[in-house]
Nanobody
Framework: QVQLVESGGGLVQAGGSLRLSCAAS????????MGWYRQAPGKQRELVAA???????NYEDSVKGRFTISRDFAKNTVYLQMNSLKPEDTAVYYC???????????????WGQGTQVNVSS
C-alpha cells in the first residue's frame, strides 16, 4: 500500500512564506513525476508545480517566481516552498506522484489527503 502524506499548511499573512512537504511511503518500487495541485472553494483543482524524474520543473503562471518545487529522491519527498503568498493562494494543496509498486507494474497516480493553506490580507 502506498501513502502520500502532506504537511506544512497553515495560516499566514499576505507576503509570508510556507513550506509544504509530501512524503511517499509504502511498497514503492520507483517514483516518476511528483507535483502539487490546489483547489480553492468553488474552483477546479489546478496544477501548481511539478517536477519530473529528470529534474525538470514547471509552474502555473501565477506562482512563477514565488513558488519553488524540489525533491529529495532518497526520502521519496517533494517540497513546495511558497514565498510572497497572496490571499488568492488560499486553497487545499494536494501532492501527487506517479508510482510503481513493483517491476511488473506500470506507474499509477497517487494523491495525498491535502493540506489547507490560508493567506490573510
Amino acid at each position: 500500500q502506498v501513502q502520500l502524506v502532506e504537511s506544512g499548511g497553515g495560516l499566514v499573512q499576505a507576503g509570508g512564506s510556507l513550506r509544504l512537504s509530501c512524503a511517499a511511503s509504502g511498497s514503492i518500487f520507483s517514483i516518476n513525476d511528483m507535483g502539487w495541485y490546489r483547489q480553492a472553494p468553488g474552483k477546479q483543482r489546478e496544477l501548481v508545480a511539478a517536477t519530473t524524474i529528470g529534474g525538470s520543473t514547471n509552474y502555473e503562471d501565477s506562482v512563477k517566481g514565488r513558488f519553488t518545487i524540489s525533491r529529495d529522491f532518497a526520502k521519496n519527498t517533494v517540497y513546495l516552498q511558497m514565498n510572497s503568498l497572496k490571499p488568492e493562494d488560499t486553497a487545499v494543496y494536494y501532492c501527487n506522484a506517479g508510482i510503481r509498486v513493483g517491476p511488473s507494474r506500470w506507474y499509477e497516480v497517487y494523491w495525498g489527503q491535502g493540506t489547507q493553506v490560508n493567506v490573510s490580507s
